[in-house]
């Protein structure tokens, strides 16, 4: 499992960085989807997807986040980045992107990325209503029909029922953490945190 994980910080704004040490980036074109796709040798356009697959040594693959989720994923000679957003959450991206990989390399460990922590977000009783009684245990209610809503524990709940052996996560907010990280929810910027991984 010979991998590298990239977190950019501010001031960099992660629209901006197309290549980390001299190897390009491949971002998707996210549409807070289910859908995944895969990178190869070679890739002339920009995928519309939420999470992206490489098995290709030469190349970041990695996705832009100001709250949502990000999701790596390490398998044996493959790695995967998935954009988990509420949206894409409910659609089950996190689990179905394990799911997918495994078909041609079982995947041995999970990484939970810099996003907006379960006392951070803040959601209405529709988004609540959508996920549960699935997820009912990733919501807190704080009263007026809102609700806080735990986005890593529901992906850890996909990542655990994908059968994923060995998960960890790092422990930063973007809204704690706003001095390092974008967050939309704080700043209506239109700056992104950039997420990426690569093989070694």
């Known amino acids: ?23 390009p980036v491949i971002k998707p074109f996210q549409i ?14 920009v995928p519309q997807a939420d999470a992206l697959v490489t098995d290709n040594k030469n190349l970041w693959i990695g996705i832009l986040t100001a709250d949502c989720l990000p999701v790596f994923l390490i398998g044996e000679n493959v790695v995967g980045i998935v954009h988990a957003g509420w949206r894409g959450t409910l659609k089950g991206i996190t689990y179905s992107t394990v ?7 079982p995947i041995k460990k999970a990484i939970l990325g810099v996003s907006i922590c379960g006392k951070c977000y803040e959601v209405g009783e529709d988004v609540y209503e959508q996920f549960y009684p699935r997820y ?13 809503f735990d986005l890593k524990k529901a992906n850890l709940k996909q990542l655990k029922a994908a059968g994923v052996p060995s998960i960890e996560s790092i422990n930063l907010c973007t809204v704690c953490n706003n001095d390092r990280f974008f967050s939309y929810r704080l700043e209506k910027t239109d700056k992104r945190n950039l997420s990426a991984i690569r093989l070694k």
């Not at 990239?6 to 960085?17: A, D, L, V």
């Not at 799911?99 to 390399?105: G, H, Q």
């Not at 009912?136 to 806080?148: E, H, I, Q, R, S």
């Open 99 to 105: 799911k997918y990989i495994n078909e041609f390399s």
């Open 1 to 23: 499992m010979n991998y590298e994980i990239f977190i950019s910080e501010k001031p960099k704004n992660g629209r901006e960085i197309t290549e980390i040490n001299g190897i």
């Open 136 to 148: 009912a245990d990733c919501f807190t209610p704080v009263g007026n029909n809102k609700y806080l």
């Open 32 to 45: 807070h989807s289910a859908r995944i796709a895969f990178v190869g040798k070679h890739t002339e356009h």
